[in-house]
């Protein structure tokens, strides 16, 4: 008896085994082997490997450095590694794994022997200051067995986007970051089955904010060929600094430092400061749209140093000097929900001031100035009726138009003139019974980026089942991820052939777009009254960007 449970014993522990290594696979990538395992959706995913090291100490403003190399095969597993940032309680991230060193890509491959397979990077969101690469998951768009998932940590907030113009300061860390993970990609992921001159980056709120400007980027060329905003903008407000010398000071000021006329001090007291302190504020509540930290027109500090922009994105954009490439971009009919928490008490300061909350990047020369258009503004979304629950949407409409909408409009504008004639332009607005109506109305609306939540798995931010949606939504779900699937493969949301409803590129009329409701529908003229008065406010106020004056 004893014997024959000696044997049952062994032959369970030799199939177990082997089970455990089918469920592996090794790749050879070029810092050393890699091992992956099979996910329960079937595919196989190489988790926290690293594809740069973030510098540390006081060098840890400056561009990553290289990723570490190894012999022996690194289990790629999951240790849900974030990198330093504010905690919000609502994002759930599991602060106990956050760490300085936090570069690390995730990799999702099919279960194929096919290769040559598209690749889509994702740049997740969270304003620049909050989030992590795996927050948001895509697993759905890989039934095909088409192509290959990849996201990604970069350094954030302070430690991503502090920008001093010096040589251990430049600026754009974090989104440096985001260049060497699209250079690893471009090594590697061909060892994955993937195509590295089939790639395309996709981004959602200040992760789309991040892929537009990667297009505008001397150093991304070749990296990818097709992009897909979702929800933000190169030219949006909080994507890329006004004044990051004056950021940097206002800052140092609130933890303390007076001494912000001395650049050197103001940097040493940067370079020395513990992450707690760097990590206080995610700067989510400014009234005039922007987070502080973020991109930022880079100096030529003359170190020879790599320079992610070099000029406004605007400047940029008009003299078409940029790879033009597929772009699918967009936003929701109602992304200024992302401001109806502030509602209550925001509306009450609204009607005392409403200057306070222009966008920061309108410059004016008077005060009298500043409130004689505020007050025009005020009229345009209110009717001289006060902010309160009678005109909560319209407190909706603004904050979309000047934070997502306007800006995106623009862009898209700027980009069709200069000779991109690939572009597909969307408005999500779908809604079903499971939207809550806006505050104080029976009236819903799409959230912002809410076709993100329609295209990566789960149907929340907290990806609850798919199988609590309604019957619409699944539906939903199935027809965008098919319209991205598409775009991915074949840098058309609808090639020839498709069952879906035909829908073309925009041609130099800025028509027509598609409206994703409840059903598709292309129309034209999306918020052409909305967009026609910014434009006119735009043309006479609007400050570009400055890159970092140093001043002795």
């Not at 840890?60 to 590694?81: H, L, R, S, Y």
């Not at 987070?291 to 003359?302: K, L």
């Not at 789960?458 to 089942?465: A, I, M, R, S, T």
Request: charged content about 20%; aromatic content about 12%.
């Amino acid at each position: 008896m004893d014997m024959l449970w000696y044997s049952w014993l062994v032959l369970c522990v030799v199939t177990l085994s082997t089970q455990n290594e089918e469920d592996w696979k090794l790749v050879q990538t070029a810092q050393g082997p890699v091992r992956g395992r099979k996910a329960p959706e079937g595919m196989y995913v190489f988790y926290n490997v690293p594809y740069a090291t973030a510098p540390t100490g006081e060098n840890k403003f400056k561009a990553p450095f290289p990723p570490p190399n190894w012999t022996e095969p690194f289990d790629a597993i999951d240790k849900g590694v974030i990198c330093p940032q504010a905690t919000l309680e609502a994002l759930q991230l599991n602060t106990s794994a956050m760490q300085e060193n936090c570069l690390i890509a995730n990799i999702y491959v099919p279960d194929t022997e096919e290769k040559n397979l598209s690749v889509m990077v994702h740049i997740h969101g969270g304003a620049l200051q909050l989030g992590s690469g795996d927050y948001k998951t895509a697993k759905h768009l890989m039934k095909s067995k088409k192509l290959i998932v990849v996201n990604f940590n970069y350094r954030l907030g302070i430690h991503g986007f502090l920008c001093l113009g010096t040589k251990d300061v430049p600026g754009n860390a974090g989104i440096k970051d985001m260049v060497a993970l699209l250079r690893w990609v471009n090594k590697n992921i061909a060892s994955f089955g993937g195509n590295p001159k089939d790639v395309t980056i996709s981004g959602y709120s200040a992760g789309a904010a991040a892929a537009d400007l990667l297009i505008l980027s001397k150093t991304t060329k070749g990296l990818f060929q097709k992009v897909i905003v979702e929800s933000g903008s190169s030219l949006a407000e909080f994507a890329v600094q006004q004044d990051p010398i004056a950021n940097a000071k206002m800052h140092a000021m609130t933890l303390g430092f007076n001494n912000t006329n001395d650049i050197e001090a103001l940097e040493k007291f940067y370079k020395t400061a513990s992450y707690k302190t760097l990590t206080l504020d995610a700067f989510l509540a400014r009234k005039d749209s922007t987070f502080v930290f973020s991109a930022c027109v880079e100096r030529d500090t003359g170190t020879g140093e790599e320079i992610f922009l070099h000029d406004s994105p605007i400047n940029i954009l008009k003299s078409g000097d940029y790879e033009k490439v597929p772009m699918l971009y967009g936003f929701t009919n109602m992304e200024g929900l992302f401001r109806i928490y502030n509602f209550d008490f925001w509306g009450v300061e609204m009607n005392d001031k409403f200057s306070d909350f222009l966008p920061a990047d309108l410059i004016f020369e008077s005060a009298e100035e500043k409130e004689k258009v505020a007050k025009q503004v005020k009229e345009f979304y209110f009717h001289e009726k006060p902010v309160g629950p009678d005109t909560v949407l319209a407190y909706v409409d603004y904050f979309t138009d000047v934070i997502f909408a306007f800006p995106g409009l623009r862009s898209v504008k700027l980009n069709l003139e200069g000779g991109n004639n690939e572009i597909y332009l969307y408005e999500y607005s779908f809604t079903d019974e499971d939207t809550p109506f806006v505050p104080h109305t029976n009236v819903r609306g799409a959230a912002h980026c809410a076709q993100t939540q329609a295209i990566v798995d789960g149907v929340d931010q907290f990806n609850l089942d798919e199988k609590t949606a309604s019957k619409e939504f699944i539906k939903m779900k199935g027809t965008i991820r098919e319209l991205w699937h598409n775009f991915i493969v074949t840098g058309k949301p609808v090639p020839e052939g498709s069952s879906l409803p035909p829908w073309p590129a925009l041609g130099v009329n800025k028509q027509p777009y598609m409206s994703l409701g409840q059903t598709l529908e292309l129309r034209n003229g999306l918020l052409t009254e909305r967009t026609t008065f910014w434009s006119k406010i735009y043309e006479k106020y609007y400050r570009k960007p400055i890159s970092p004056v140093l001043k002795p």
